[in-house]
């Protein structure tokens, strides 16, 4: 099938690039011309496991970037709006972009075509972008508006694409949805996992993926209610992390206990830093806003927003207990990015934390794996960039672990107790194991679990133990 996907964000370069992994031909619309020159020639830019190797195949045969939005509609039987719907001041979801979209692409329309909300919208968009089309001229009977929802988390957006626990096409009519169960036939039909040069399954993958057809106002309000549940069970875990902190219990051995259960399950149960991310923030927010528009006040959603921002400043005086004063300190901070396996560091608790330490006074020197020019672009000349970790930790008052990278878990700690001032490491994702940090000479602080101290005395005293508690 012919299609356009407008917009080549996360959501849309990943899915037009996908589309074409399936067998379809793509016309990947942006009106960035640079952007879309940069794609064109070769370039990539997310840092997203195997899209790289997808552009590569796909890249001027089945996937072809364009910013003629109107011709890329009239070629297409299905057109994907995957352009941002950024918070207002109020919380609620800038539609401009969409209404954009939906005003350009009604002249185009003559033949059936069915246009498909792809980006994260409040429900009733689909009513307004089918109102929109008509004032613009498309003829009523020629078009269907649907909403078919993306669940893929930057890192593995390509996976979880390929192979999704569901799929929702949210479509009011028969023909709507025949069309866009075809679109999705390779993987529901489980012909694609038996190609030879498929993308590699993930762990715990369900093949074939079950097909969900709802309306298009379900399937929209479906995408809110999975962030917002989500996002609360990581607030939940947080709260139950300062509880377990409280008492003295280990919240790994409570995650094991609740999450064994299988109706509530171990996925989004590991306590940090809370929630960040271009999704889960600006998702909260706008549900809110639907949920208040509709009639109802959802004070939980308030409170899981107030529990996650809380996390933060917990870890900030976490850090203040750790080292006294921040004042003229010298930090090494390993991860920016929101969450390990990516270089977006939009709304990443990481890099509130590092504006945090700065504002104390802190010397902070930074390493991410990936998000180092991201970094550099938000925090300037404030910070310095290491080459890699033990270069970040050199001379260092204390490490602090802010990003869930792999790579920072299978660190050589002896080497980084050498290297430090002090060995203090106060880890904001619980990648390490206290009684480990203690047999290796640490002071360990971390999240919903007991403090740890050297069990063998380093030469070195830290801070802490000099000062009054
Ligand atoms: C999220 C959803 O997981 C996707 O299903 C959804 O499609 C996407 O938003 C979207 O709406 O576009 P993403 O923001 O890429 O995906 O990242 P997540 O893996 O969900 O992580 C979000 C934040 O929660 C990160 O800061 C992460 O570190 C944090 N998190 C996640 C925890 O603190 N604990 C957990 O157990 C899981």
């Given at each position: 099938m012919r299609i356009a996907v407008v917009g080549s964000g996360y959501v849309g370069l990943v899915a037009g690039a996908c589309f074409a992994e399936l067998g379809h031909d793509v016309i990947l619309v942006d009106n960035d011309e640079r952007k879309l020159a940069a794609l064109q020639q070769g370039s990539v830019p997310i840092h997203e496991r195997f899209l790289p190797e997808l552009l590569e195949r796909h890249?001027?045969?089945?996937l072809v970037f364009s910013s003629d939005l109107r011709k890329a509609a009239e070629q297409s039987a299905a057109i994907f709006i995957a352009v941002g719907t950024p918070p207002t001041e109020q919380g609620e979801a800038d539609l401009s972009y969409v209404e954009s979209v939906a005003r350009e692409i009604a002249g185009a329309i003559r033949s059936y075509k069915v246009v498909v909300e792809k980006s994260t919208v409040p429900v009733y968009t689909n009513t307004w972008v089918r109102k929109v089309l008509l004032l613009n001229?498309?003829?009523?009977?020629?078009f269907d508006v649907a909403s078919n929802p993306e669940f893929l988390r930057e890192g593995t957006a390509v996976t979880d694409f390929l192979y999704p626990d569901r799929i929702v096409l949210g479509a009011d009519t028969e023909r709507c949805a025949h069309l866009l169960r075809e679109l999705y036939q390779p993987l529901t039909d489980g012909s694609y996992y038996r190609r030879k040069n498929a993308i590699p399954e993930p762990d715990?993958?369900?093949?074939p993926p079950p097909v969900i057809v709802t309306s298009a106002k379900s399937a929209e309000l479906i995408k809110h209610a999975s962030n917002a549940f989500l996002a609360m069970k990581i607030s939940f875990i947080n709260a139950v992390a300062t509880v377990c902190e409280n008492v003295g219990a280990d919240v790994r051995q409570v995650c094991e206990g609740i999450g064994s259960d299988s109706r509530i399950?171990?996925?989004?149960?590991r306590p940090g830093l809370g929630y960040g991310g271009s999704c889960f923030p600006k998702d909260l927010l706008a549900f809110r806003a639907v949920a208040r528009d509709a009639g109802y006040d959802f004070h939980l959603l308030d409170e899981v927003m107030r529990i996650n921002e809380d996390q933060r400043q917990r870890f900030l005086r976490k850090v203040r207990n750790a080292l006294w004063t921040l004042k003229g300190k010298r930090l090494a901070v390993l991860g920016v990015a929101f969450k390990g396996g990516t270089d977006d560091i939009r709304e990443s608790p990481a890099v509130c934390v590092v504006e945090a330490l700065l504002r104390d006074g802190s010397q902070v020197a930074v390493y991410d794996p990936a998000a180092m020019e991201r970094a550099r672009e938000v925090l300037g000349d404030k910070v310095t960039y290491a080459a890699n970790p033990y270069e970040a930790v050199a001379g260092a008052d204390a490490v602090l672990v802010l990003t869930d990278w792999e790579e920072f878990a299978g660190l050589d700690l002896d080497r980084i107790r050498a290297l430090l001032r002090y060995p203090i490491v106060i880890d904001g994702r619980n990648l390490y194991d206290p009684e480990i940090m203690a047999g290796r000479g640490f002071f360990y602080y971390c999240v919903g679990r007991p403090e740890a101290a050297p069990r063998t005395e380093p030469s070195t005293r830290p801070v802490r133990s000099e000062t009054p508690e």
């Open positions: 890249r001027g045969s089945r001229g498309a003829p009523g009977d020629r715990n993958a369900t093949t399950g171990r996925r989004f149960l």
